[in-house]
């Protein structure tokens, strides 16, 4: 990695707090009785429950969703032998993803033990600890040992998935390539490069399924593996050593249908790939080098369908899109092991879902485009929502049907609407709009261009080609602070800097647009062009009515009402509203809560109301999540008649005019938006379902202060405010974003943006602000 980036990640790991973990309290401890309840004398009772019914500790205990992450640091991504100290920062990562994809707690254990026997001993004490262990990263052949030893004692599933999650996503990844190229596995000829932990689970898994162990041949860092060879051989490896007369290879290649490389870079030459049969698939997965480039195979084998392990190639065999759904699914039915069926299912899961037709919420999810099931798909992506909602029911019922579960689902319906809190979280809320934007970049003028904030998010805009920089302001203040800061970008050419004082030709013509737009309202010509040269919203607005940008991020200094004015002034609402509102989201625990209007409108109206919701409910479905709505009040279903209460009341009936489709009520109690079990007490024909996601206030007050007293109460994140009903993507940033912030809302912009390209709305009279 080049040194920037590795002080990146370094920082990453040590700010603002050390590491990529924390416990987290789930139960309230706010008073004395709190208190005995969690410890003594309350917690005697769970003790006595589980003592005498040990599977009574899923009821009772976090141990349920509880997953270990163990390694003794032997074989360590790219890194090899590097100690169980050295590999803590891989194993939070791992912990990590299993909580963001999966939701499942999970805490990594670093062993300094290099011997199999006493590693064995120490896991294996664990078990009361645990639902489940994921080994990870013990290199072979002694992790065969160790996994299969801890198997046979312990009543917790034990996986390792440097060998099992990879022959899962392989397996799906084979399933569907012979499918395109109209191949049986039974019939198939397969050449394994690799012979290691990873690659023989992988031939093992595809046995099961149906290819013939006669029509494997392995090859490794020594050759052939054939019958008789004693150089770098164990007894794994000799299950697949062939009787026969080829040592290298170009060999064995002749007539292959499958090659499978887990091992090192280049070693398939393009000169042998005529060797291979028809239609050969071809899965190239060594990091961060396969064993040959998919651009290379493509020059002499158009035919053919290339996998790898690597994110900038179409086919991305990546564990992730396994192993938190296979422990999601296991540990929820209390599996006593992950077997050769669970995984299996899980194969076909993830292998069908690339086959069957996109909704429009994961097409939101792929960048708005649903993908296609062809030669560069055929394994879904790591971020596809329902991987979790297919993956793990599968492994479920597998678990069920082979006997292995000990707490079987008896209503699955009910079980898949559980998983759907798990599908957009954190970070996944914003992937449509990330995948939408690297799919076609618009360039965004950023009116604080030296703004340090802005500089950091305009690397990472540039890292992700998720849009095309403009930066206003002063190009040698901007250009000392990026380099003070370490940055990388290009001034020359990825990056454009204007500034209002000095590029005349640039803003000048655009004078006589701002005196236009403002002049009946109290600023003279020559008051209009002193703002166009030192009021950087007002240049960053022009530029984009004028059509020389395509979105704007303004504001982030000052005072927000004031940046939203100058942007108003020259942008306007879209001629099919009648108001602009500010939509504000918060992602606490992974829960996503939308709030409407946090910003702009202090007393609405019943037809705000109505307006401002749809508005939002759009901008949420953008985001590739199904909006549901709650009105809120002081008010619980008709319990008051204070005039707050009957706007919102008022509104309702408009909302469902105009969208009978949209899951919407109220006006109801915070609490009953939030909490089925209340709502459905106080109004049980509620056709609202779940917990609500957009959160409809009577006055900014409320959504101001609520949206903020969450925010800084859970430390959740903040998404926006987002700008709804403006006539061009323009959205102003408020004094306490973060870079991460301002990357966020590029994504949104440059998503509108495409949006707005297609339908070429027609220029709107503005006739002043609106607030």
């Known amino acids: 990695m080049d040194e920037d980036f590795r002080k990146a990640a370094l920082d990453y790991h040590r700010y603002p707090r050390p590491g990529k973990l924390a416990i987290e309290p789930t139960k309230r401890m706010a008073t004395q009785r709190d208190l005995g309840l969690a410890y003594s004398p309350g917690v005697a009772a769970a003790c006595e429950e589980i003592a005498a019914n040990p599977d009574a500790a899923w009821d009772y205990t976090a141990r349920g969703n509880m997953v270990a992450v163990i390694t003794n640091g032997t074989a360590v991504l790219g890194l090899g032998a590097i100690g169980a100290l050295a590999s803590k920062p891989v194993m939070e990562g791992k912990a990590v993803l299993f909580k963001k994809f999966a939701g499942i707690d999970s805490i990594d254990i670093e062993i300094e033990e290099r011997d199999p026997q006493k590693l064995i001993e120490v896991i294996a004490a664990l078990e009361p600890s645990f639902g489940a262990i994921n080994l990870e990263d013990i290199k072979a052949p002694e992790c065969f040992e160790v996994e299969a030893r801890l198997r046979e004692r312990m009543r917790i599933p034990v996986f390792h998935d440097d060998q099992h999650g990879t022959a899962i996503i392989v397996a799906a990844a084979v399933r569907n390539g012979l499918v395109l190229q109209g191949k049986r596995i039974e019939d198939i000829k397969l050449v394994n490069t690799g012979g290691g932990a990873a690659a023989l689970a992988c031939l093992d898994l595809l046995v099961t399924m149906g290819l013939k162990k006669e029509n494997i041949t392995v090859c490794d860092i020594a050759g052939v593996v054939y019958e008789g060879r004693t150089e770098a051989m164990d007894p794994y490896k000799a299950r697949y050593a062939r009787h026969t007369d080829a040592r290298m290879l170009e060999e064995v290649l002749d007539g292959a249908d499958v090659f499978l490389g887990l091992s090192a870079p280049r070693v398939l030459k393009a000169e042998w790939l005529n060797k291979l049969g028809p239609r050969p698939l071809i899965l190239a997965l060594a990091n961060p080098e396969p064993e040959i480039h998919p651009e290379a195979v493509r020059a002499v084998r158009p035919d053919a369908i290339v996998a790898t392990g690597r994110t900038d190639y179409p086919n991305q065999v990546n564990n992730v899109l396994c192993f938190p759904f296979i422990f999601r699914g296991a540990l929820d039915v209390g599996a006593t ?18 086959r069957v037709e996109a909704s429009e919420v994961v097409a939101a999810a792929y960048g708005g485009a649903a993908p296609v099931f062809g030669q560069d798909y055929i394994i879904p992506k790591p971020f596809d929502p329902r991987l979790i909602l297919e993956v793990a029911p599968a492994v479920a019922r597998a678990a069920m049907a082979s006997g292995v579960a000990r707490r079987p689902i008896a209503d699955f319906t009910a079980y898949r609407r559980e998983l759907e809190r798990f599908v957009f979280r954190s970070g996944n809320l914003m992937r449509p709009m990330f995948e939408a934007a690297k ?8 009116a604080e261009g030296e703004d340090e904030r802005v500089l950091r998010a305009v690397q990472t805009v540039l890292d992700d080609g998720i849009a095309e920089p403009v930066l206003i302001g002063r190009r040698a203040v901007i250009e000392a602070k990026a380099k003070a800061m370490g940055l990388r970008m290009d001034f020359s050419e990825s990056v454009q800097v204007l500034d209002p004082a000095v590029d005349s030709a640039v803003f000048d013509p655009l004078i006589p647009l701002y005196q236009q737009r403002i002049g009946r309202r109290g600023v003279p010509p020559d008051a209009a062009a002193r703002r166009v040269g030192n009021r950087p919203t007002v240049a960053a607005a022009l530029l984009l009515e004028s059509g020389q940008v395509d979105a704007v991020l303004a504001g982030g200094t000052g005072t927000w009402m004031r940046q939203w004015h100058y942007a108003y002034d020259v942008i306007g609402k879209r001629p099919d509203v009648n108001r602009v509102y500010a939509l504000s989201a918060v992602i606490v625990s992974g829960v996503t809560l939308f709030f409407v209007d946090t910003h702009l409108i202090v007393e609405p109206t019943a037809e705000q109301i109505a307006e401002m919701t749809l508005l939002a409910a759009e901008q949420v479905e953008a985001f590739g999540i199904v909006p549901k709505v709650a009105l809120l009040s002081h008010s619980s279903f008709g319990a008051s008649n204070a005039p707050s209460a009957r706007i919102m009341r008022q509104a309702l009936p408009l909302i469902r005019a105009r969208a009978p489709e949209l899951e919407v009520d109220g006006e109801m109690h915070a609490d009953a938006a ?29 959504a101001n202060i609520s949206f903020n007293l969450l925010k800084a109460a859970a430390d959740g994140l903040q998404l926006g405010p987002m700008l709804l009903g403006m006539r061009k993507p323009i959205h102003v940033l408020v004094p306490s974003v973060t870079a991460r912030g301002i990357v966020n809302l590029t994504a949104l912009a440059v998503h509108q943006a495409n949006g707005l390209a297609s339908e070429a709305a027609p220029a709107d009279t503005v006739s002043g602000p609106t607030a």
Request: glycine content about 4%; charged content about 20%.
């Open 674 to 702: 939030l909490v089925p079990a209340i709502r459905a007490r106080a109004v049980p024909d509620s056709r609202l379902t779940d917990t609500a996601n957009l959160l409809v206030f009577p006055g900014l007050d409320a």
């Open 439 to 446: 799919g076609s970049p618009r360039r965004v003028a950023y």
């Open 337 to 354: 092991t992950i077997n050769e069926a669970m995984k299996v299912a899980a194969a076909d899961a993830i292998a069908a879902l690339a």
